[in-house]
């Protein structure tokens, strides 16, 4: 069974910068079919929202219009590990992030995804 496992969250000053990594665990992307990798957050009382995503080649890469020219998507299928670099963070990027798998074409709907990791903390002070 592959578990996704996030890590790199914490707590960051508004216009700080933070990366998160999402490791694939037990087998490969390869092996389960991970085309695309996306990243999604949750704040309380909120929906998950759909961040970025990433095809296989790295080639074609989708972000949220609020995440655009800040959040860049990035995948090493060597390490089986996909990252997320935040920068000039705002108090309202604060969630949980999580990262997800899927076969196929990219999407930017949650429950397009078949594998997911537990999440990680990002938290923005103003």
């Known amino acids: 069974q592959v578990q996704l496992v996030e890590s790199g969250g914490g707590l960051v000053q508004a216009g700080g910068s933070l990366r998160l990594s999402c490791a694939a665990s037990?087998?490969?992307?390869?092996?389960?079919?991970?085309?695309?990798m996306g990243w999604f957050r949750q704040a309380p009382g909120s929906e998950r929202e759909f961040v970025a995503a990433?095809?296989?080649?790295?080639?074609?890469?989708y972000y949220a219009d609020s995440v655009k020219g800040r959040f860049t998507i990035s995948r090493e299928n060597a390490k089986n590990t996909v990252y997320l670099q935040m920068n000039s963070l705002k108090p309202e990027d604060t969630a949980v992030y999580y990262c997800?798998?899927?076969?196929?074409?990219?999407?930017?709907?949650?429950?397009?995804?078949?594998?997911w990791g537990q999440g990680t903390q990002v938290t923005v002070s103003s």
């Open positions: 037990g087998r490969t992307f390869r092996t389960y079919g991970m085309d695309a």
């Open positions: 997800a798998g899927k076969r196929g074409i990219l999407r930017r709907t949650a429950n397009a995804y078949d594998y």
């Open positions: 990433i095809n296989w080649s790295g080639g074609s890469t």
